[in-house]
């Protein structure tokens, strides 16, 4: 699987990634984060189908490309279904808190944990990790874990936010993040990539050096 990083979205510096296999050249966005152009000219520069517009979570750092790349290429957008209604209301995806209200369009399809989506033959395993929002997923595909806000190099996500859980937070990472294999690559909402074995030993709030 082929994978890009871009940053669109001033301020926040939200990790937008767009993913294919090299294949069928299927793609798909997750966490659009603000209506750039690059998002739309970069399908037609790798020749991709855009299959998929993927949020980890429904706050409007992370979904305020959607709209533009539904226009376009009428892909489908998939949220878990307890973070779908953040998609079309500005105080709950929070934007309302910050200059401009973000809408997205309303999901085609819910994803739940352990739903398996495809691009080609590769596959992408929804993995329900909630704590930064009630409805947070992460996305496995081959090495690479999509994190959203639950896991960052170092970090966590914050969990004062509306739906936020501390305790579901740390068991997300320590139950469904950690039993993967070390070297899986880390792919996080915003920041540096790191590793699964890095973030068992290094990271402050849930790895080994948290008990010392
Ligand atoms: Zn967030
Ligand atoms: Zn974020």
Do not use: C
């Amino acid at each position: 699987m082929k994978y890009k990083t871009s940053n669109v979205l001033k301020n926040f510096w939200t990790n937008t990634y767009l993913v294919w296999d090299e294949i069928s050249r299927e793609a798909m966005y997750i966490d659009a984060a603000f209506p750039h152009e690059n998002l739309v000219s970069e399908i037609a520069k790798y020749d991709l189908k855009l299959k998929y517009i993927l949020n980890t979570h429904g706050h409007g750092d992370h979904i305020g490309g959607n709209t533009l790349l539904k226009e376009t290429f009428n892909a489908q957008i998939g949220i878990h279904k307890i973070d779908a209604e953040m998609l079309f209301n500005p105080q709950k995806n929070l934007s309302s808190r910050w200059a401009e209200d973000v809408i997205s369009p309303k999901a085609d399809f819910f994803i739940e944990d352990e739903v398996e989506l495809k691009l080609g033959e590769k596959i992408i395993k929804v993995i329900h990790t909630p704590g930064h929002s009630a409805g947070s997923v992460s996305f496995l595909v081959e090495e690479l874990l999509f994190s959203g806000d639950t896991l960052f190099a170092g970090g966590i996500g914050r969990t004062d936010l509306p739906g936020g859980n501390y305790g579901e937070l740390i068991s997300s990472i320590q139950k469904k993040m950690f039993i993967l294999p070390d070297d899986t690559i880390v792919l996080s909402g915003h920041g540096p990539q790191t590793t699964i074995a890095t973030e068992k030993i290094e990271n402050p709030f849930v790895g080994l050096a948290a008990r010392f």
